[in-house]
Each structure stands twice: as structure tokens, then as C-alpha cells.
């Protein structure tokens, strides 16, 4: 019942870090690039398809419109949704499903993962409704994580004298 915002460029982590956060929990992956593919626990799924995987549920989707991978999980409980490139998907308003995914989180039981590749592309309807932030090295501009979610500079500024691949794990709420 949580809402987990993770941040950072490429090659830093991001999805190694929620593969191990999740390998105990029921998934379902909106996994447009193919990176919960061969290197996984369930190299042999097929798209849509649940499996079993010591005993827990897990799907990854690589081919549905957002909307309809939104109505999916809302339909789930007790699940790990992992949004893969959320950066592609939630550019300008948030509409008002995914809106109802976030807030309705309690009636649940899921955990919603949000993947973005810059602080600036997180919309601020989102971040409204985040219970963690998972920060790893992006390249924003200073300026505009200051000016955007002031809350995350001080995070981003001590990642950037670390070497790649670090991460803070920020409580927002």
C-alpha cells in the first residue's frame, strides 16, 4: 500500500534495484524495453500470461496501452505494479485513473513502482501522492530540482560526489 517513486539516469541501477525489492512479492510488470525478460526468475513467460514462481503470482506486459495496464492493476491485490518508463507514459496532467491507482492504494494492497529517468519529469500530481522516493544520479539541472520538489536537492546534490549505482531512499509522506 505504498506508492514508490523511483529516480535516475541510465545504467544506474534502477531496474536491478526493484527486481531484488520485489522477488518476494506477486508482480505485475509494465515492461516496455524487455528488461524483466531472459535475466529474470520467469525467463519463459509470455506476455499476459500469470505464472507461478514459488507461489507467487508474476506478469510482465510489454505490448498494452498504459490505460488499460492501469485498469489491471487496480483490479489486483496485494501486488507490486511496476510502471517500467513511467517518464514515457506520464508526461503533462495525470489522468484521472492513474490518479485513482495512487490515492486508492490503501483499499488495496498494492504497491505502485513509477520508474523515471529525471526529477523534473516526475509530474507533481504524482509526487502528491508518493510515499518513497528512491533517488539515484540523474542529470538535472540544479535549478530545477531546487525550484520543482525543493525536498529532493539536498539527496540530489550528495549523490552526485558518489560513485554510480548508489541510491538514498526518501520518506516523502
Wanted: hydrophobic share 35%.
Amino acid at each position: 500500500m505504498y506508492v514508490i517513486i523511483i529516480i535516475g539516469g541510465a545504467k544506474q541501477g534502477k531496474t536491478p534495484f526493484i527486481k531484488d525489492y520485489c522477488k518476494e512479492s506477486n508482480l505485475l510488470v509494465f515492461d516496455v524495453q524487455n528488461e524483466y525478460g531472459d535475466k529474470t526468475k520467469y525467463p519463459n513467460q509470455k506476455p499476459y500470461n500469470l505464472t507461478t514462481n514459488n507461489n507467487l503470482a508474476r506478469s510482465r506486459i510489454i505490448d498494452l496501452e498504459v490505460e488499460s495496464f492501469i485498469e489491471l492493476c487496480k483490479q489486483k491485490r496485494n501486488t507490486v505494479c511496476v510502471f517500467e518508463e513511467a517518464t514515457m507514459f506520464f508526461q503533462g496532467m495525470t489522468n484521472d485513473e492513474m490518479r485513482k491507482l495512487i490515492f486508492g492504494k490503501a483499499h488495496t494492497g498494492n504497491v505502485i513502482v513509477l520508474v523515471f529517468h529525471s526529477i523534473n519529469s516526475v509530474p507533481p500530481r504524482i509526487m502528491e501522492g508518493t510515499d518513497f522516493v528512491v533517488l539515484f544520479k540523474t542529470n538535472d539541472e540544479i535549478k530545477t530540482v531546487e525550484r520543482k520538489y525543493i525536498k529532493l536537492l539536498k539527496h540530489f546534490l550528495e549523490l552526485k560526489n558518489k560513485k554510480d549505482g548508489t541510491h538514498i531512499k526518501i520518506k516523502m509522506i
